[in-house]
C-alpha cells in the first residue's frame, strides 16, 4: 500500500549546520508531496510542497525535490536557526481520495 | 490562505461523557474533511473521511459508533467522542481538502482531549 518513511528523530544540529531529512515513499498513483512541520502544543502548517516529478518546493530556506526515480522528497535547509527546532512531517497524498498518508515525524532540535 | 479552526482547543471531562469537537473551513468551501489522532510523539493517524451530506468513512480499526462524524454542510464537520474513556485522551486535528488541483490539505489547530 502507500507509505511515507522518514528518517527517525531526534536530529540535533547548531545553529547554522546544514539540515537534511530523508523521506521515502511508495505509491501506486501519481501523488502529490508535502512536508508539514509542527511547533510544540500547535496544530501542523504547510511547509512546502510539490505536485509533480522533479518539481521543488522551497520556503523559509528549506527545500525539498520530488524524485520519482529515487521515490524520494528529502527536506533540506543550508543554515538552521534556533526557531527550526520543530517536529517535521513529510505526507503524500491527494490521488487516492484525496486521502494523506504521514512519515512517523522527525524532531528537529537545534541548539544556539 | 485557507484557514481551518478547531473548536475547543483543549477540553477536559469525566469518563462516560461525550464530547463534540468542531472543524470549520473558515474562508472556503470543503467538499471533504479529514479527521485525525495524533498520540503523544507520534505521527498522525487518519481516523475518517468526511464529505458533505453523506457517511464517513472509517479507517480499519476505528469505531464508527464511538468517533461519530457528522459533515453537515461544506464549511463544518463535528466528531463526537462517545462514552469516553482515558484511553480516548489525545490530540485530535481536522483538516479539509482544498478543493483544488494540487490536493493540498489545509489542518486545524487540533483539540487537546484529556479524559480524566
Known amino acids: 500500500g502507500d507509505s511515507v518513511t522518514q528518517m527517525e528523530g531526534p536530529v540535533t544540529l547548531s545553529e547554522e549546520a546544514f539540515l537534511t531529512i530523508n523521506c521515502t515513499y511508495t505509491a501506486t498513483g501519481y501523488p502529490s508531496l508535502f512536508w508539514y512541520v509542527q511547533y510544540p502544543g500547535e496544530g501542523l502548517q504547510l511547509l512546502l510542497k510539490?505536485?509533480?516529478?522533479?518539481d521543488k518546493g522551497s520556503n523559509k530556506g528549506f527545500e525539498a525535490t520530488y524524485r520519482k526515480e529515487t521515490t524520494s522528497f528529502h527536506l533540506e535547509k543550508g543554515s538552521v536557526q534556533v526557531s527550526d527546532s520543530a517536529v517535521y512531517f513529510c505526507?503524500?497524498?491527494?490521488?487516492?481520495?484525496?486521502?494523506?498518508?504521514f512519515g512517523s515525524g522527525t524532531k528537529l532540535n537545534v541548539k544556539p | 490562505g485557507a484557514v481551518v479552526s478547531q473548536h475547543p482547543s483543549w477540553v477536559i471531562c469525566k469518563s462516560g461523557t461525550s464530547v463534540k469537537i468542531e472543524c470549520r473551513s473558515l474562508d472556503f468551501q470543503a467538499t471533504t474533511m479529514f479527521w485525525y489522532r495524533q498520540f503523544p510523539k507520534q505521527s498522525l493517524m487518519l481516523m475518517a473521511t468526511s464529505n458533505e451530506g453523506s457517511k464517513a468513512t472509517y479507517e480499519q480499526g476505528v469505531e464508527k459508533d464511538k468517533f461519530l462524524i457528522n459533515h453537515a454542510s461544506l464549511t463544518l464537520s463535528t466528531l463526537t467522542v462517545t462514552s469516553a474513556h482515558p484511553e480516548d485522551s489525545s490530540f485530535y486535528i481536522c483538516?479539509?481538502?482544498?478543493?483544488?488541483?494540487?490536493?493540498?490539505?489545509?489542518f486545524g489547530p487540533g483539540t487537546r482531549l484529556t479524559v480524566l
Open positions: 483538516s479539509a481538502h482544498s478543493g483544488t488541483l494540487d490536493n493540498e490539505q489545509f
Open positions: 505526507a503524500l497524498g491527494g490521488y487516492n481520495f484525496n486521502k494523506f498518508y
Open positions: 510539490a505536485t509533480k516529478a522533479d
